[in-house]
């Protein structure tokens, strides 16, 4: 399909483990976004890439969280040493900037649950 | 701080029984308000985007409002297919593009 496609979908793991998610983006958009849902909770920004420029990593919540973007496509979240309150949906998104009307085109999310 | 408050949290409505969904918000600067739609098990979908106290977005049987302190999706005559989570977000001026500040959301049931 041609839309945001996220892996794995659904990750299980035990505390203290280090866990990789995946975003490809619509081919095209130049901007990506990792969001994180909580169970009952809103979206909660985490990083955003734009083309070359350096990502606004303002909303990673701690520094056991990184993320990459290569050759301005896909991009790679990554926990290390997971713990109990990392388990969440994390939503990637991604849009062409130019016009832009606000709309972000999200993924299915990847549920990532912490034992 | 940026902070963004939805009511309720919960809404269960008859086929045919219009009623409308509040996202109060404080921010920075506000450069956008946005209208998400989330069904169970996917993402966001993008429905609206307001950008001033008085402007109104329609589609189908949805109706985005916005003043200075709150936004109004009204549902008229909803279907059992408008039930989701509908999701407001601001975005402030001075941050990222797709920086935005979600609601916790409003999850709207629809009977026959």
């Known amino acids: 399909g041609a839309g945001v496609s996220q892996s794995p979908s659904n990750k299980v793991t035990e505390k203290g483990k280090d866990v990789e998610l995946r975003c490809d983006p619509i081919s095209g958009h130049t901007a990506l976004y990792w969001y994180r849902q909580s169970l009952g909770q809103g979206l909660e920004f985490l990083i955003y890439?734009?083309?070359?420029?350096?990502?606004?990593k303002s909303g990673l919540p701690s520094d056991r969280f990184s993320a990459e973007r290569t050759g301005g496509s896909v991009s790679t979240l990554t926990i290390q040493r997971t713990q109990q309150e990392d388990s969440a949906v994390y939503l990637c998104a991604s849009n062409q900037l130019a016009g832009n009307t606000g709309e972000l085109f999200f993924g299915e999310g990847s549920r990532l649950t912490v034992l | 701080e940026d902070q963004v408050t939805q009511s309720p949290e919960a809404l269960r409505l008859q086929e045919g029984e219009s009623s409308s969904l509040n996202c109060s918000y404080t921010?920075?600067?506000?450069?956008?308000l946005f209208w998400y739609r989330q069904d169970p098990g996917k993402g966001p979908e993008f429905l609206f985007t307001l950008y001033s106290a008085g402007e109104e977005k329609e589609k189908e049987r949805l109706k985005a409002t916005l003043t200075k302190k709150e936004s109004f999706l009204h549902i008229t005559a909803p279907k059992p297919e408008d039930s989701a989570t509908y999701l407001c977000?601001?975005?402030?001026?001075?941050?990222?593009?797709?920086?935005?500040?979600f609601g916790a959301g409003t999850q709207v049931v629809v009977t026959p």
């Open positions: 890439f734009q083309g070359n420029s350096a990502p606004d």
């Open positions: 977000a601001v975005q402030a001026h001075g941050n990222s593009w797709g920086k935005l500040q």
């Open positions: 921010v920075s600067g506000l450069r956008g």
